[in-house]
T-cell receptor, first 117, second 115 residues
Framework: GAVVSQHPSRVICKSGTSVKIECRSL??????MFWYRQFPKQSLMLMATSNEGSKATYEQGVEKDKFLINHASLTLSTLTVTSAHPEDSSFYIC?????????????FGPGTRLTVL | AQTVTQSQPEMSVQEAETVTLSCTYDTSENNYYLFWYKQPPSRQMILVIRQEAYKQQNATENRFSVNFQKAAKSFSLKISDSQLGDTAMYFCAFMKTSGTYKYIFGTGTRLKVLA
């Protein structure tokens, strides 16, 4: 149980275009979802926290107008990278948490590799 | 603010041997959780073990166990009978029990198990 999927797993786009990444909790309802960014050989950097039905809370230094997060349902959150540039190329990981299931544990998706040309 | 430190960027261990990965943290909170996550080459984050700070007993999961020293703010992971499949990045994470429930990750330790 506690499976989280991400789609797509890899995406290549041209500079200036927007890219949407989906994160789904497949067998539980995610009251909270988190979005991370990971550069090669580095740790996970939290970008934002989203609670279902409310606006995301962004970490300091993360541009909310560039990284749009929508958590419209208890099983789906989306991250849209708007007007992507090569410096946005990275590995993006989502995680999901259900307070009633396990208050402390986050379950992670397999990640999405974004390459901006 | 909480911080998590993993002082060993890379480690190696012979297959079937035991290895210990270190993690220290800094917090003024009394109640919190600590975790070890594994990230193999596939990059899927996998929960290895978790510890609740109010529990004095060290958590164990099969070949994985922790040495939790609350006063010293230390949370090391011991892997016994190391297997080739244990080769991965290992991240220590801290989460306080109030507020946003977000994780604070350490910088990671790259573990290589040698045949």
């Amino acid at each position: 149980g506690a499976v989280v999927s991400q789609h797509p797993s890899r995406v290549i786009c041209k500079s200036g275009t927007s890219v949407k990444i989906e994160c789904r909790s497949l067998d539980f309802q995610a009251t909270t979802m988190f979005w991370y960014r990971q550069f090669p050989k580095q740790s996970l950097m939290l970008m934002a926290t989203s609670n279902e039905g409310s606006k995301a809370t962004y970490e300091q230094g993360v541009e909310k107008d560039k990284f749009l997060i929508n958590h419209a349902s208890l099983t789906l959150s989306t991250l849209t990278v708007t007007s992507a540039h090569p410096e946005d190329s990275s590995f993006y990981i989502c995680s999901a948490r259900n307070f009633r299931r396990s208050a402390d544990t986050q379950y992670f998706g397999p990640g999405t590799r974004l390459t901006v040309l | 603010a909480q911080t998590v430190t993993q002082s060993q960027p890379e480690m190696s261990v012979q297959e079937a041997e035991t290895v210990t990965l270190s993690c220290t943290y800094d917090t003024s909170e009394n109640n919190y959780y600590l975790f070890w996550y594994k990230q193999p080459p596939s990059r899927q984050m996998i929960l290895v073990i978790r510890q609740e700070a109010y529990k004095q007993q060290n958590a164990t999961e099969n070949r994985f166990s922790v040495n939790f020293q609350k006063a010293a703010k230390s949370f090391s992971l011991k892997i016994s009978d190391s297997q080739l499949g244990d080769t991965a990045m290992y991240f220590c994470a801290f989460m306080k029990t109030s507020g946003t429930y977000k994780y604070i990750f350490g910088t990671g330790t790259r573990l290589k198990v040698l045949a």
